[in-house]
């Protein structure tokens, strides 16, 4: 495959999202945008990367670099259109040798499949390939003019005779160049239209009238949808959610009800695993084979060993680091901990900035309490550890391998190996005390209705 080179164009105001964030750093799938299209010109073997932003959006630029370093950033001071927009990239694509593919930072879902087909087609002697789609309403897109392979022209809507107007094959913006035809055309792009911009499309009929070969392939709409807007956000994401879950229940993994079950970019799943309704995974997840999560807990950055069981209503993050065989039930969350193979916590607990051993039962209740205010502070738990219901270990502290804290306790020194803590008041019954206590309440409540009378 020659030499490619990937332009994507990231400088659109996005006016109609109403948001103060750049439109291109909305996120589908947890991950921006803009970084979609990098991550498919790169799976598709792009060499080089060349992303043309807007002014003052050095936000886009960190997001650009936080997936491809080395991607050299262009700005388009003023908005004159693609054209003028793939110019400002002039340096990546002049010495290049190879293809140049431009993409649109607003079109997340493109596939690097279909960038391999453009580049396939540009590899088998096409000057240019168009990526067109076939959508309900054709509506208000330039209509791809085709003679069998050739694609002969894109027409504008405002500018199609009533004739092209019933065409449904339509432009998506997405295009591929021989670089030397780039070269050779996009000075030649004029602005004599109605906004006075250098469209990128006028090099098709510039390349035709060279007697280059100028050729299309077809996309599913669904995959170069272009997000302006919430709506088209919304939609996109559902798209983006569709496609993982069918991914996963292909490659074996059982989702009792895909429509709730929200994936990131990144969730990384093996094989027999067994996913209940209402599951959220934010980026940075691994979960190996045969694990069950049950319904309503939320995932992100975490690794989830072998045969581990979750939930229901758990929330595992901040670089959790479940062993195999990890028993986490309802309303336990997790943060920033690693916890050993085989080890139970079945209700109600916080585990946070700890390390917890194997098979070491979490009594329900039990919080390490790892925030002094200021400081965060490590709770160290060894193996085969008892941990007795609503006990507070106040770190930083250990307990020891074997080690036993009695219920109720509140721990704040080291618990050696095979110790027994007690962490507690001692328990002081008064006899015949109780209906004293209810005769109280009873008078203040007396007292609480007369005053109310009164007023």
């Not at 019954?429 to 007023?455: C, D, F, R, T």
Request: charge should be negative; hydrophobic fraction near 45%; aromatic fraction near 6%.
């Amino acid at each position: 495959m020659a030499d490619l080179v990937s332009i994507i164009l990231a400088a659109g105001e996005g006016t109609r999202m109403r948001s103060a964030t750049p439109k291109v750093l909305h996120p589908v799938g947890g991950l921006p945008m803009v970084a979609h299209a990098v991550r498919a010109a790169l799976s598709a073997g792009a060499g080089r990367i060349a992303v043309v932003v807007g002014p003052g959006h050095e936000a886009v630029s960190a997001a650009v670099t936080a997936v491809a370093a080395d991607a050299a950033i262009f700005t388009q001071t003023e908005r004159l259109g693609t054209g003028h927009a793939v110019k400002q990239a002039r340096v990546a694509f002049e010495s290049a040798t190879g293809n140049v593919i431009v993409l649109y930072a607003d079109t997340p879902l493109v596939s690097p499949a279909t960038v391999a087909t453009i580049v396939a087609k540009l590899d088998a002697g096409a000057d240019i390939v168009v990526v067109g789609f076939e959508p309900a309403d054709p509506t208000g897109y330039g209509r791809l003019l085709t003679d069998g392979e050739r694609l002969l022209a894109i027409r504008e809507h405002k500018d199609a005779t009533d004739a092209e107007r019933t065409i449904g094959l339509v432009n998506s913006g997405i295009m591929g160049f021989k670089s030397a035809t780039l070269a050779s055309v996009i000075d030649r792009i004029g602005n004599a239209n109605a906004k006075g911009e250098f469209y990128l499309t006028d090099a098709i009929e510039l390349a035709n009238a060279d007697k280059r070969r100028v050729e299309y392939t077809i996309a599913d709409a669904g995959e170069v949808i272009g997000v302006d807007d919430r709506r088209k956000l919304a939609q996109a994401e559902m798209q983006f959610q569709e496609l993982r879950r069918d991914d996963f229940m292909t490659a074996g993994v059982t989702l009792r009800d895909p429509s709730t079950v929200h994936f990131s970019y990144d969730t990384a799943i093996g094989r027999d695993v067994t996913i209940w309704p209402n599951v959220v995974f934010g980026p940075g997840v691994r979960i190996a084979d045969n694990v069950e999560i049950r319904s309503f807990c939320d995932i992100e950055d975490a690794r989830i060993g072998q045969g581990a069981t979750i939930g229901p209503f758990a929330r595992i993050r901040g670089g959790a680091d479940l062993g195999a065989d990890v028993h986490l039930g309802n309303f336990v969350e997790v943060k920033k901990s690693t916890i050993g193979a085989g080890t139970k916590a079945g209700h109600l607990s916080y585990l946070g900035d700890a390390t917890i051993g194997e098979k070491t039962n979490i009594g329900a209740g039990t919080i390490t309490c790892n925030y002094d205010g200021v400081n965060k502070d490590q709770t160290v738990i060894g193996s085969n550890a008892f941990i007795g219901s609503n006990s507070s270990l106040v770190a930083p502290v250990s307990v020891g391998d074997g080690a036993y804290v009695a219920s109720g306790s509140v721990i704040t020194d080291d618990v050696p190996a095979d110790a027994l803590a007690f962490g507690r008041a001692r328990q002081e019954n008064k006899a015949g005390y109780a209906p004293k206590l209810k005769e109280k309440a009873l008078a203040k409540q007396a007292l609480k209705q007369a005053a109310k009378g009164k007023s």
